[in-house]
């Protein structure tokens, strides 16, 4: 199996460990080349807090801590970092990503529904590279 493949299975895997009842998004951090891993992470309330507290009304925005945000507070440095996303990241987890500075490629989803273009955008306007899962698994 080809390693971007694998990296695209793993953050799904990672979704699933999420508590979320709204949506489950996984993140990884990889290199350029894929030899190594700089963060994993996924959506959900802070650490030691209980579970019931992730509510589950589908029309209220979410107030847990985004996947993006939970991979860029992992200590990691340099620039060109590749984040695999099960979705798409929303303005604020855009924004984010473009202020830590060290991401160089988002690959998302873009069939992800309820979330809009903004983050993308962002991201695009901060001259950081967006594709999708599709383009980067045959680029
Ligand atoms: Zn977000």
């Not at 951090?29 to 959506?43: L, T």
């Not at 209980?50 to 107030?63: A, E, L, M, Q, W």
């Not at 929303?90 to 202020?99: A, D, E, F, K, S």
Request: some cysteine; hydrophobic content about 40%.
């Amino acid at each position: 199996m080809q390693k971007r493949q694998i990296i695209i299975r793993l953050a799904a895997e990672l979704a699933m460990l999420s508590p979320s009842k709204q949506r489950k998004i996984g993140c990884v951090v990889v290199d350029r080349g894929i030899n190594q891993i700089a963060a994993m992470s996924f959506n959900g309330i802070a650490k030691g807090e209980p579970h019931h507290r992730c509510h589950s009304d589908v029309d209220k925005p979410t107030d847990e801590v985004h996947a993006e945000v939970n991979a860029l507070i992992k200590p990691f440095v340099g620039t060109g970092w590749v984040m695999v996303l099960t979705g798409k990241p929303c303005l604020r987890c855009g924004r984010t990503i473009v202020n830590h500075g060290g991401i160089g490629t988002l690959v998302y989803d873009d069939q992800c529904e309820g979330v809009s273009d903004e983050g993308i955008t962002v991201l695009l306007d901060a001259g950081i590279m967006c594709l999708t899962r599709e383009e980067w698994l045959t680029s």
